[in-house]
């Protein structure tokens, strides 16, 4: 009986009982946010299991479903690829591999989450999409983070340019976050200031979710989460809170194999030849009428990891991601923390294998730390390129420290900021880190954007800074006097308008143009439609060496797109760029890389959609006394499905730059509650 129940709780089968809905509260505020509330973690995040798959159903499975290799049978022939990546990856060996390493007690977290999912799938069987998803299980809750993870920093499109052949070309273009943090002696109402911006989708897996956990064990956490998340990634407690963007280091190694000249499948590693193993990745697609075929396809494993085949060779690729899975258990723990040394200590584990992280509290204690989980690296190579996959020196053994990261505590200038851009720039210059400092084999990039650009220009104006004066920097969305994106804009602002001819007009919008993204200006839709004429021809010009022709030409391009969608050539960004929720449509402001950025994708008839930038904002004052001072936004609502009344209605707020007040005492959002229940 005891080998029985352990094989239960790891198929997640455990009782729902013993979690015991009735004493789990679904507190729902005016805006519909879940605050759940229980006696204990575990069934917090069975509360929250349930209260999102209210919400957001649909997408929580197309998580799980991915971690199960499943999507072949729900999308079919466009699911099969993301079944075969997670085959690749090896997630369910790594999870096997690694569970033991998780601590008892957040185990029981998971087990909480998976029973309270199956509990709202067994209630909702209507809605389930794969009839064979459930139960789900606490090893599908890690494999769905071993996956997001690794697409989290960058495998999808390592994989990808793998299978095409382009080994050395890595994407390191980032859709943009924003953190801030100001220290009680740099406000002038002696509070710290706290900005948690970070720009991800809109809409999907990876768009955040709003909610409070509250329990008798200390838990008090309000913050956002993705789909299929037991506890809340970045937000803020009583005490503390931090901010998650982006960061950029050497995070994938990529490893060239000498394969035998007569075998294909014998790879060289110091004097021997070894076999690459071999594994059949089990496929079932969907083709028709609910009719699934079995497919199977070759995936090929070394020393070095993963193994892809392609017309130049065969090549390894190794992620810190494939030796851990307690990612989750260190957000708990930050989610736990009372003060900074907790804080710290739940960092030590350095089990979340990226992002920077911007932290504050009601301490005034700050602190950035370019977070990571690191190898350590033979010096004696260049780890920024293509590496030899036929010598154990190009093996590493073992990860870095937390001490060893970029990190600064309490500058003497009183703030920090990352907003994606390099390690050594979190703060005034003087008080800056030097990249020199730390190992370059670590591969931490210097670098600024446009937004880090903007924000030094803004800070620079203030001594002291008002509550207004900090929500005006993180709604700031005016480029910087001088542009860093890919191709060099700043060319068009000088150049003769004569020398456009028809499209002179068109260069004078440009250059009289403040630079500010708001909707109802005349200029930032001529800039992105300019930027983006450049780009179409990119592959056909130098872009380090752009002529005044080609700046020209782009400028025309501008010309006849305004005139072929819109009549008229004074468009503003509001016209061209909106926000579009269900069949409604909303003009935007933002650009990519301003502050307050937004990204967008073509939608037709000229018009861009707003796809990924701005979505959860949290705003947070943390006083000497007493609970911190929260606002928050999330872009269209706390519901993902189109009948619930919060599927838009936070929108009229995001538009407008207002925030929700928010709050962590428990007892006020009960007396304030639109609905109070138990899950079934």
Same mark, same amino acid.
């Given at each position: 009986m005891r080998y029985l129940g352990a094989i239960l709780i790891l198929l997640g089968l455990e009782s729902i009982g013993q979690f015991n809905p009735e004493q789990i509260e679904i507190i729902r505020d005016e805006w519909g946010v879940p605050h759940i509330y229980a006696p204990t973690d575990a069934q917090v995040s069975y509360g929250l299991a349930w209260a999102h798959a209210e919400d957001d159903f649909k997408t929580i499975?197309?998580?799980?479903?991915?971690?199960?290799?499943?999507?072949?049978?729900?999308?079919?022939?466009?699911?099969?690829?993301?079944?075969?990546?997670?085959?690749?990856?090896?997630?369910?060996?790594?999870?096997?591999?690694?569970?033991? *390493?998780?601590?008892?007690?957040?185990?029981?977290? %998971?087990?909480?989450?998976?029973?309270?999912?199956?509990?709202?799938?067994?209630?909702?069987?209507?809605?389930?999409?794969?009839?064979?998803? @459930?139960?789900?299980?606490?090893?599908?809750?890690?494999?769905a983070y071993v996956l997001q993870l690794a697409v989290q920093d960058g495998a999808d499109n390592l994989i990808r340019n793998l299978f095409d052949g382009k080994v050395d070309t890595i994407d390191f273009e980032t859709?943009?976050?924003?953190?801030?943090?100001?220290?009680?002696?740099? !406000?002038?109402? =002696?509070? %710290?200031?706290?900005?948690?911006?970070?720009?991800? $989708?809109?809409?999907?897996? &990876?768009?955040?979710?709003?909610?409070?956990? %509250?329990?008798?064990?200390?838990?008090?956490?309000?913050?956002? /989460?993705? $789909?299929?998340?037991?506890?809340?990634?970045?937000?803020?407690?009583?005490? /503390?809170?931090? &901010?998650?963007?982006?960061?950029?280091?050497?995070?994938?190694?990529?490893?060239?194999?000498?394969?035998?000249?007569?075998?294909?499948?014998?790879?060289?590693?110091?004097? *021997?030849?070894?076999?690459?193993?071999?594994?059949?990745?089990?496929?079932?697609?969907?083709v028709f009428l609910g009719l699934k075929i079995g497919v199977k396809r070759d995936a090929y494993y070394s020393k070095y990891g993963p193994v892809v085949k392609n017309s130049k060779g065969s090549f390894a690729f190794k992620m810190s991601v494939f030796n851990e899975i307690r990612a989750i258990e260190q957000w708990y723990k930050m989610n736990k923390a009372q003060n900074f040394t907790e804080f710290k200590k739940a960092l030590s584990l350095t089990a979340i294998p990226s992002f920077n992280i911007v932290y504050a509290d009601r301490y005034d204690s700050l602190f950035y730390v370019g977070n990571g989980k690191i190898p350590i690296r033979n010096p004696n190579y260049d780890w920024s390129t293509t590496l030899p996959g036929n010598t154990?020196? !190009?093996?590493?053994?073992?990860?870095?420290a937390f001490t060893d990261l970029p990190q600064l505590t309490n500058p003497p200038s009183g703030y920090l900021f990352n907003t994606n851009n390099g390690a050594f720039n979190?703060?005034?210059?003087?008080?800056?880190?030097?990249? +020199?400092?730390?190992?370059? +084999?670590?591969?931490?990039?210097?670098?600024?954007?446009?937004?880090?650009?903007? @924000?030094? *220009?803004?800070?620079?104006?203030?001594?002291?800074?008002?509550?207004?004066?900090?929500?005006?920097?993180?709604?700031?969305?005016?480029?910087?006097?001088?542009?860093?994106?890919?191709?060099?804009?700043?060319?068009?602002f000088d150049l003769e308008p004569s020398l456009a001819d028809s499209a002179s007009q068109i260069l004078e919008?440009?250059?009289?143009? =403040?630079?500010?993204?708001?909707?109802?200006?005349?200029?930032?839709?001529?800039?992105?439609? @300019?930027?983006?004429?450049?780009?179409?021809?990119? =592959?056909?010009?130098?872009?380090?060496?752009?002529?005044?022709?080609?700046?020209?030409?782009?400028?025309?391009y501008v010309r006849r797109y305004l005139l072929r969608y819109f009549g008229k050539i004074d468009v503003t960004l509001g016209e061209y760029q909106k926000l579009v929720r269900g069949e409604d449509e909303y003009p935007i402001g933002g650009l990519p890389d301003v502050i307050a950025a937004m990204h967008a994708d073509y939608m037709g008839e000229g018009k861009v959609r707003a796809k990924t930038g701005e979505s959860y904002i949290m705003m947070v004052r943390y006083p000497k006394d007493g609970l911190p001072n929260i606002e928050t936004t999330n872009v269209f609502g706390a519901s993902n499905r189109p009948e619930s009344p919060h599927y838009d209605d936070q929108i009229p707020l995001f538009l407008n730059r207002e925030r929700k007040q928010m709050t962590l005492d428990i007892d006020k959002v009960r007396e304030n509650a639109k609905r109070i229940y138990h899950p079934k």
């Open positions: 499975q197309e998580i799980l479903l991915a971690a199960k290799q499943m999507m072949g049978r729900h999308l079919g022939r466009d699911g099969a690829p993301i079944d075969y990546v997670v085959g690749l990856l090896s997630c369910e060996d790594i999870v096997n591999q690694h569970l033991p *390493e998780v601590d008892p007690a957040f185990i029981k977290i %998971v087990q909480g989450y998976t029973a309270g999912i199956n509990a709202y799938a067994a209630n909702h069987k209507d809605e389930v999409l794969v009839k064979k998803a @459930f139960p789900v299980t606490l090893k599908d809750v890690f494999k859709k943009g976050s924003n953190a801030f943090a100001i220290s009680r002696q740099k !406000t002038t109402s =002696d509070e %710290v200031f706290l900005a948690i911006n970070s720009h991800q $989708p809109l809409e999907g897996p &990876a768009a955040w979710y709003e909610a409070h956990l %509250v329990s008798e064990e200390g838990w008090n956490m309000l913050g956002g /989460l993705f $789909p299929g998340g037991p506890v809340i990634f970045h937000g803020t407690n009583e005490h /503390l809170g931090w &901010a998650h963007t982006v960061n950029y280091f050497d995070k994938r190694d990529v490893f060239q194999l000498e394969m035998h000249p007569e075998n294909e499948d014998l790879y060289r590693l110091d004097d *021997e030849w070894l076999e690459l193993e071999k594994r059949k990745v089990k496929l079932k697609v969907k154990t020196e !190009t093996l590493s053994d073992g990860y870095h979190a703060t005034a210059p003087k008080d800056n880190l030097s990249v +020199t400092d730390f190992d370059q +084999t670590m591969g931490y990039r210097s670098f600024e954007n446009n937004r880090s650009y903007r @924000f030094m *220009e803004l800070i620079d104006q203030y001594e002291t800074l008002s509550w207004d004066d900090f929500l005006d920097i993180k709604y700031d969305a005016t480029l910087p006097d001088s542009l860093v994106y890919w191709i060099d804009l700043n060319p068009v919008i440009i250059q009289r143009w =403040d630079k500010s993204a708001r909707a109802d200006k005349i200029g930032p839709a001529h800039l992105n439609i @300019f930027y983006k004429g450049l780009a179409r021809i990119s =592959d056909k010009i130098d872009i380090n060496n752009i002529s005044t022709e080609q700046y020209i030409k782009a400028v025309d």
